[in-house]
């Protein structure tokens, strides 16, 4: 039995050293509602809601507020990844 990294597809061989990477990711909630002027707006707004609710997948309407994954890595490229976890552009090094 042996496991393999999941981005660059090393082989690992059981025992060895690997690291689970969980990303999960939360909508976030400021605590701002798009501002509502009136009853009947609220109400055109909830039907509006409620419609879109009813024509959206629920594994997609989920996905919008909650996602998760986990992947196995090998050392190198638990490094890799930790160097820049949001793939940021690298400063340019040869001007
Ligand atoms: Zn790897």
């Known amino acids: 039995m042996s496991k ?3 981005k660059c597809g090393k082989e690992m061989p059981d025992g060895s050293v690997a690291y689970e990477v969980r990303i999960q990711v939360y909508a976030d909630f400021d605590g701002v509602l798009p501002q509502v002027e009136t ?3 609220l ?3 909830l039907h509006e809601l409620v ?13 919008g507020v909650f996602h998760e ?3 196995l890595l090998c050392p190198g ?3 890799r990844y930790l160097a820049n976890p949001l ?4 400063p340019d090094t040869h001007p």
């Open 77 to 79: 490229c638990r490094e």
């Open 51 to 63: 419609a879109a609710m009813d024509r959206a997948d629920p594994d997609e309407l989920m996905r």
């Open 4 to 6: 393999q990294c999941d």
């Open 43 to 45: 109400e055109a707004r």
């Open 87 to 90: 793939n940021l552009p690298l």
């Open 39 to 41: 009853a009947e707006e």
């Open 69 to 71: 994954e986990r992947h």
